[in-house]
């Protein structure tokens, strides 16, 4: 047999880009000063063109895919039903899962929740920190509640003793807190290293998928918000969800990117307070507490999370600009969308914004970039240009496009009818939707064909 041979290539500690050689700034990231140099192991046949590998007896043969018999997967309940939303229903037998967010957000306590709630049903939890001691886990854990003997604990960050324990112990799921600490000693790199990272999680992928254990991990995130190390590690894990919001306000939105085993368009609404996470069943009341009255520029609208219809107030702001140069800032939102709407509004609707500032804010902490929220953002801003207060009962949605028309959007009906179901009385919907929306007799619908309509109907 041939030995091995090993070569060294550069990674990108920011993104995981990989090149052959250093570079100063990153293709894939746009980052300076970010590629590291890492020794790779190659097998002798790897990458070599026309070599022909050795056959193994026993080897894997390819299999008819109509003869495959299909069984619904073995899901375990969380305890906390915004994370079995977001799940599609619970964590499957065997599956490997990735938690991101900020530092201070709450994954730690969330999967410490997670693994209470197990416990205490019968099942098996093994919690593996690499980054706190048993006494520091252990506080934390007395501010959530009580736990069985089921919970066990292991501070290590050795790979190779943390898969003994996992065959040894047997538990039905394990938390890893966090990816970034954990060390092969296979891996002649630094732990948190792009290798060591990508390596590791190989490691427990394997235990997850023959031993059947369901692995929760967590990620550290970059300053751009995405998960810390190769790009691989999303692609390698069955789910991948992120924790959004300010680590400094109440709210959390637990958001799933990527699910093998249910949907990607969930969300999950969550509390901070002193006893951990808590569910918020009712997340559009959640987001329109505290709502100003008598104030120009805030419009409700409605966006679609998944299956949820979920109501947020838009906020905007238009006052003369000191400046050659108007300012343009927006929260929550796509700057080259509103910037557009922008547009629209001046050759459309004759509304002379060129020599104005202008502040777009979706309040509560949300992302929204569902073009949805259009009509709500042209609303908003020409309340506040004109400085009129506009209904605290109504509710706009629909896609605005470059000729001002006001285009369809999908689940119109189920906006209004959550709309309807936290009492507001008027909703303005596009002029195709309105149809199937009127079927809600407790709520006066406005069917509109453009921005001019839109305006007409409420600024009269």
């Not at 991948?240 to 368009?265: C, M, P, Q, W």
Request: charged letters at 20%; proline letters at 3%.
């Amino acid at each position: 047999m041939a030995k091995s041979r090993s070569s060294t290539v550069f990674f990108c500690q920011s993104c995981g880009y990989e090149s052959s050689k250093w570079m100063g700034q990153c293709p894939g990231c746009k980052g300076w000063n970010t590629f590291v140099e890492e020794t790779l192991s190659k097998s002798p046949y790897a990458g070599a063109a026309g070599a022909k590998p050795e056959r193994r007896d026993g080897g894997a043969m390819p299999s008819v895919l109509s003869e495959i018999s299909v069984t619904e997967e073995n899901r375990i309940s969380t305890g906390i039903g915004e994370l079995d939303r977001v799940l599609g229903g619970g964590i499957v037998q065997g599956s490997l899962t990735l938690v991101g967010g900020d530092p201070g957000i709450g994954k730690s306590t969330l999967l410490l929740q997670v693994c209470r709630n197990l416990s205490s049903t019968g099942h098996k939890v093994l919690y593996i920190s690499g980054e706190e001691s048993l006494a520091q886990i252990k506080m934390r854990a007395d501010r959530i509640g009580d736990f069985t003997e089921g919970m066990l604990l292991l501070c290590e960050t050795n790979l190779g003793t943390i898969s003994e324990v996992i065959r040894t112990q047997k538990p039905e799921a394990v938390v890893i807190d966090s990816i970034q600490t954990m060390y092969n000693e296979n891996v002649s790199a630094a732990p948190g290293s792009v290798s060591q990272v990508r390596e590791s999680t190989g490691v427990l992928l394997q235990l997850a998928k023959g031993l059947g254990v369901s692995v929760m991990i967590v990620g550290h995130v970059t300053k751009e918000g995405t998960v810390a190390g190769p790009r691989v590690l999303e692609h390698m894990v069955d789910t991948v969800l992120y924790f959004e919001g300010d680590r400094h306000a109440s709210y959390r939105i637990l958001r799933g990117v990527k699910n093998r085993f249910g949907s990607t368009d969930e969300i999950g609404v969550f509390e901070m307070r002193e006893q951990g996470l808590k569910e918020v069943l009712n997340a559009s009341e959640y987001m329109l507490d505290g709502r100003p009255e008598n104030a120009s520029g805030s419009v409700v609208s409605c966006t679609m999370e998944g299956t949820r219809p979920l109501l947020v107030e838009i906020q905007a702001l238009v006052c003369n600009s000191n400046f050659g140069i108007p300012r343009r800032q927006t929260i929550g939102t796509d700057f080259n969308r509103v910037n557009l709407l922008m547009a629209v509004l001046e050759k459309r609707s004759g509304i002379q914004l060129a020599g104005c500032d202008a502040y777009v804010n979706i309040t509560g902490g949300m992302k929204i970039m569902e073009p949805a929220i259009d009509l709500g953002i042209v609303l908003a801003v020409t309340s506040s240009f004109k400085n009129r207060v506009l209904s605290p009962k109504l509710v706009a949605f629909g896609e605005v496009g470059l000729s001002g028309e006001v285009r369809a959007v999908a689940l119109a009906a189920q906006r209004v009818a959550e709309a309807e179901k936290l009492g507001f009385d008027t909703c303005i919907v596009p002029y195709v939707c309105a149809e199937s929306c009127r079927k809600s007799r407790g709520i006066k619908v406005i069917g509109v064909k453009n921005v001019q309509d839109a305006m007409n109907s409420i600024f009269q």
